[in-house]
């Protein structure tokens, strides 16, 4: 492993040294080759339902999330203190038979890069908190600091509103999906878990009668959320980092994205392709510091412009309602703060419940309450105070809404720039934390979006280690190609492939939400609560 370590950091060294004279204006050069294919797969995705105007994958989500908010009786606001409940263990002697994680003990797989808690006792690997945790570190970030301001610029304030909205009707599509996640999830003889949507696809269609349907539909979801890892779990992050790094320091070289690109591969690499524990243990102690500055930050902000947050939240709904043409109308605004909303908590995509899968549980609903917090914590929270810290900067730097990048001053500014001079302008010092949180929460992000991917890429490819290295070679490769290329052909090829996840996520769920009921009947029965 030392021999490794010091062969990729020679490879590293040679990369510097030789850039300029190998690699002239290769950004432009990644970027014209990415460009085109991006664009084409977009245009794809976002395909418009007839004579409205509107992506038909938008309409998808808004309908389902909409369909099980009313079938299960308003689970989002109804179970949510139960949520809480079982999150923080009150009834773990219930669910785990004997009630203890006290004699579990680390589980370390082939290098990989989630580190899972083995109690041999019970399936799954992980407490309910650690799942959340997980899946958290995958959703918080980028997400909710550049996609807030992409959304902002393009949408206006209003669509802060539609996020809010999907964020909430988001709860509960995740209830769903994660309840299915747990049970029909797949137990190796060594206590290994592997669950996501590939699986109740599979399973859960075929009890219903669909094998074909249901092997078929596993599989465009396994390719899709390779494809998801490559681009929203990956691309999108070095891309707004590679930004934020080169805003901070005024790199000028047409060749600085590559080289950030680079450094950040081999950062991932070490850690998914090398298995070196200690990078990730650190990594996931330090994120969650640099969540709880990036949130303390905003509250700063927030409460230094208290007598702006009636205007701004007035602004944000009668925006949501009434927006300008330059914003694209009502429906243009309700699509940005969908588009940014979904990419943000992944509520609909289905890759959530891969990481949810592995709980210690025998009751799959409980699971699906812990995981409609995600979005709540995610989207409703985070991304508001994002869009509030956003929206007060625009009071006095005047911009114009309806194009990403705006200008403000004569300069440009468009995702993680504009939030990071919104917090400048407030707390002088904070760009550059904030600069320092961005390129941790897209190394946590690209992390968990790797155990994604490959345990899609697995149910495809089998469990080999040439089938492991193959895909973790290619995901090191697009964290080079999202830092080199630009914002609006990363952003556009991370939309559609997250998003193109929802259409055979969401076929398996409106199939199987009546086995999810059973599951909720079931849990509630053991703690002692109506259905």
């Known amino acids: 492993m030392k021999l490794s370590s010091r062969l990729i950091t020679l490879l590293f060294f040679i990369l510097i040294s030789t850039q300029s004279a190998l690699a002239e204006g290769i950004d432009q050069k990644i970027n014209d080759a990415f460009e085109p294919f991006a664009k084409a797969w977009e245009n794809l995705v976002f395909f418009e339902f007839p004579g409205t105007g509107i992506p038909f994958v938008v309409i998808l989500l808004v309908c389902g999330a909409l369909f099980f908010t009313l079938y299960f009786r308003f689970i989002n606001i109804g179970r949510f203190s139960t949520a809480i409940n079982v999150v923080r263990g ?3 002697e219930i669910e785990n038979h004997d009630g203890a994680f006290e004699n579990a003990n680390v589980n370390v797989d082939d290098g990989d890069i989630v580190d899972t808690i083995r109690d041999e006792s019970q399936d799954g690997e992980v407490s309910h908190f650690q799942a959340l945790a997980t899946a958290v570190s995958g959703t ?15 949408g206006g304030p209003g669509a802060t509103f539609w996020m809010i909205v999907c964020g909430l009707l988001g709860m509960s599509t995740k209830f769903v999906e994660c309840t299915l996640g747990v049970k029909y999830r797949d137990i190796g003889p060594d206590g290994t878990v592997y669950g996501g949507p590939m699986y109740y696809l599979s399973k859960g269609l075929a009890e219903k009668g669909f094998t074909g349907l249901g092997k078929a539909l596993a599989v465009i979801f396994a390719i899709l959320c390779i494809g998801g890892s490559f ?3 990956n691309a999108a992050q070095s891309n707004q980092a590679a930004e934020a790094l080169i805003g901070l320091f005024g790199f000028t070289s047409g060749n600085a994205g590559f080289i950030i690109g680079v450094v950040m591969a081999i950062v991932v690499g070490i850690v998914i392709i090398g298995g070196i524990k200690r990078i990730a243990s650190v990594t996931e102690k330090i994120v969650p510091l640099m969540a709880a500055i990036y949130i303390l930050a905003c509250f700063f902000v927030i409460f230094s412009k208290i007598s702006y947050v009636d205007d701004a939240i007035g602004l944000i709904i009668s925006e949501a309602f009434s927006p300008s043409a330059a914003v694209g109308g009502f429906f243009g605004v309700l699509i940005q703060g969908f588009r940014r909303a979904v990419f943000s908590n992944e509520a609909g995509a289905g890759s959530a419940s891969i990481a949810h899968s592995a709980v210690k549980t025998k009751y799959a609903a409980s699971e699906g309450l812990v995981a409609l917090l ?13 869009a509030l810290v956003i929206i007060f900067y625009n009071s006095g730097a005047y911009f114009e809404y309806g194009a990403s990048p705006v200008v403000i001053g004569g300069a440009e500014f468009e995702g993680v720039s504009l939030t990071s001079r919104a917090f400048g302008s407030v707390i002088s010092w904070f760009p550059t934390v904030l600069t320092i949180a961005i390129f941790l929460f897209a190394i946590s992000t690209m992390i968990s979006w790797s155990y994604y991917g490959l345990q899609s890429w697995k149910f495809l490819f089998g469990k080999s280690k040439l089938a492991d290295m193959s895909y973790k070679v290619l995901f090191c490769l697009f964290i080079i190609i999202g830092a080199a290329a630009n914002m609006s052909a990363v952003w556009g090829f991370s939309d559609a492939m997250i998003l193109a996840m929802v259409f055979p996520n969401m076929v398996g769920l409106f199939f199987l939400f009546p086995q999810v009921k059973e599951e909720l009947g079931k849990f509630l029965g053991a703690i002692g609560k109506k259905a």
Request: glycine share 18%; charged share 10%.
């Open 231 to 233: 681009g929203g779990g």
């Open 140 to 154: 918080v970030g980028l997400g909710n600091i550049a996609g807030v301001a992409v959304a902002i610029s393009l």
């Open 90 to 92: 009150k009834y773990d």
């Open 374 to 386: 995600e979005p709540f914590i995610d989207t409703v929270v985070i991304c508001t105070m994002t």
